[in-house]
């Protein structure tokens, strides 16, 4: 069962000129990257982005963190491409990823809870919703693809 996902290398990513390498690594470890686009996103498209995370105490920071510059925004492809993005960035917190998971992307390119250079859907329907936020022209049953 082919899946997708959607990735995004936030602003402290491309700022930090990762974008190569997580490339890299998203490729090497059998993803194809089906769309891109580098977008710089205002407040309000943040906003509603993380619409779930808006009671949280870090939510006014985050979107100031997300229109800090432009990010890339991908849909990924490969099987278990939900479980298996989450595993390549590794924890939430970067710091946290340094020493548990030492290989995972937030551990070489993160800095902490808030700016861990990465994102990914955590669910099937998050992957859907999150997709055709980014992508409106691909409907929200291409997602999962039975073979
Ligand atoms: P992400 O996986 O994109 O989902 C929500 C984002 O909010 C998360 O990555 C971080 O960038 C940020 N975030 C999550 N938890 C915290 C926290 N405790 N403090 C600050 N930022 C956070």
Known sequence: NKEKTLAII???????????DIKK???????CILKEKRVQLDEDT???FYAE????NFFA????YMTSGSVLVMILEKENAIAD???LMGPTDARKAKTTH??????????DTERNCVHGSDSIKSAQREISFFFRELSA??????D
Do not use: Q
């Open 10 to 20: 936030k602003p402290d990513g491309l700022l930090g000129n990762y974008t190569d």
């Open 25 to 31: 690594t998203i490729l090497e470890s059998g993803f």
């Open 46 to 48: 943040v906003a509603s």
């Open 53 to 56: 995370h808006s009671s949280k």
């Open 61 to 64: 920071s985050l979107i100031k």
């Open 85 to 87: 993005w989450r595993a």
């Open 102 to 111: 030492p290989h995972s992307i937030r551990a070489m390119c993160g800095l």
């Open 141 to 146: 049953d291409v997602v999962t693809e039975h």
